[in-house]
Structure formats: structure tokens, C-alpha cells
């Protein structure tokens, strides 16, 4: 059974600031790993995907991989009050995908 | 990507009574999901609807408390059978619209559930 782990938070950080969510996985064999966010009563939406370790850029959101660790992070620079809201982690399973519990970011004003 | 509906967006229900909710996608996919999100709680995974054949249920969820249906490549209904207050909860169409393993899912907007 595939894992995934992430701390619930929540995660408080002063606007302006990098907000840094991390996420650990059970299957060494993942391939690819996705971010979503999830604003409060609403659905989760795709923020960033990623497949090759590294980093992976797009805009103010930044995605990194360590296969050898098992670990993927994503890292939220110059944080704005409307980024507050839960980010979920997945990867793969049988289909669909496995999804983390998702942790609550606060971008504080 | 995808563009889905679901109807009702929420709705308000009595104890014992049953709902259904439809989801619709904007163009044909191999593989839709309901996912069940109670407050404050993760996502949770009802079932896989297949089209032409049996949903395929988790743990914990069984065809009669939750029928679906999925009667072509873009369609698909969720009952809420006998309903109790623990059912309140959002529910959730998700597509992946190339089944293959490791790609990219999508959401509905939801459906807001209230039991009295």
C-alpha cells in the first residue's frame, strides 16, 4: 500500500516570506509526484507536477525532488495571503492517484 | 486537462432519504472517481466508476449504501442511499483523462452535502 506523509500544519508564515511544505512517500518506485491546493469549501486544483529529480520552476512556485530520499517539497517564495490554503501531495497508485492528508498553509498580512 | 460539472453544487437532506449526484466532463475519459471529503478531513476514495461495467468500491463503501453509474466516457452519477447525519460530507468527481497510471487527475467543484 502506497504512502504518502505530510504535516498537517498548520504552517504560519509572514507575507512576503518562502513557505516551505514537504511531503515523504513509501514507494521507491514513484515516477511522478503532484502538487494541489485546496482553498477552504472549494475542490482540489493542480498547482505543479514533477518527474525528474531536481528542482522545477513556475512563477512563484517551485517543486523539489529527491528520489534517493523519497521526499518532495514544494517552496512558495514572496508567500501572499491568498496562497493560505491546504496543499496536497500525490503520486501515482493504481490508479488514481495516492493523496496525502494535506497541509494547512497560513500566509499571515 | 478537463472541464467538470457536478449537480447539485449542494443541497440539504433529510435522515432516510437518498440523493444522486452527476458529474459530467466536457470531453470523453478513461477513468472517473468519487471521492468523499468530510470537514476539516482528507480526501477519501469512494469508488472508481467504470463505464460499461460495476463500480469498483474501497474499503469501507459498498454498492448499496453508494450505487454509481457510468453509462458512457463522460458521464457519471453518485447515490447517497438512506442517508444518515454522517454522511454530510463534500463530494468529489475526479477524472484522469488518459488512464494512464501516474498522470494527471482533476476535480469537480463539488457537491456540498447537509443531512438533518
Known amino acids: 500500500q502506497k504512502e504518502v506523509e505530510q504535516n498537517s500544519g498548520p504552517l504560519s508564515v509572514p507575507e512576503g516570506a518562502i513557505a516551505s511544505l514537504n511531503c515523504t512517500y513509501s514507494d521507491r518506485g514513484s515516477q511522478s509526484f503532484f502538487w494541489y491546493r485546496q482553498y477552504s469549501g472549494k475542490s482540489p486544483e493542480l498547482i505543479m507536477f514533477?518527474?525528474?529529480?531536481g528542482d522545477k520552476e513556475d512563477g512563484r512556485f517551485t517543486a523539489q525532488l529527491n528520489k534517493a530520499s523519497q521526499y518532495v517539497s514544494l517552496l512558495i517564495r514572496d508567500s501572499q495571503p491568498s496562497d493560505s490554503a491546504t496543499y496536497l501531495c500525490?503520486?501515482?497508485?493504481?490508479?488514481?492517484?495516492?493523496f496525502g492528508k494535506g497541509t494547512r498553509l497560513s500566509v499571515i498580512a | 486537462s478537463a472541464v467538470i460539472s457536478q449537480k447539485p453544487s449542494r443541497d440539504i437532506c433529510q435522515r432516510g432519504t437518498s440523493l444522486t449526484i452527476q458529474c459530467q466532463v466536457d470531453?470523453?475519459?478513461?477513468?472517473m472517481f468519487w471521492y468523499r471529503q468530510q470537514p476539516g478531513q482528507s480526501l477519501t476514495l469512494i469508488a472508481t466508476a467504470n463505464q460499461g461495467s460495476e463500480a469498483t468500491y474501497e474499503s469501507g463503501f459498498v454498492i448499496d449504501k453508494f450505487p454509481i453509474s457510468r453509462p458512457n466516457l463522460t458521464f457519471s452519477t453518485l447515490t447517497v442511499s438512506n442517508m444518515s447525519p454522517e454522511d454530510s460530507s463534500i463530494y468529489l468527481c475526479?477524472?484522469?483523462?488518459?488512464?494512464?497510471?501516474?498522470?494527471?487527475?482533476?476535480f469537480g467543484p463539488g457537491t456540498r452535502l447537509t443531512v438533518l
Open positions: 470531453s470523453q475519459v478513461t477513468m
Open positions: 500525490a503520486v501515482p497508485g493504481n490508479t488514481p492517484l495516492v
Open positions: 514533477i518527474y525528474s529529480n
Open positions: 475526479s477524472v484522469d483523462p488518459t488512464g494512464v497510471t501516474g498522470d494527471t487527475q482533476y
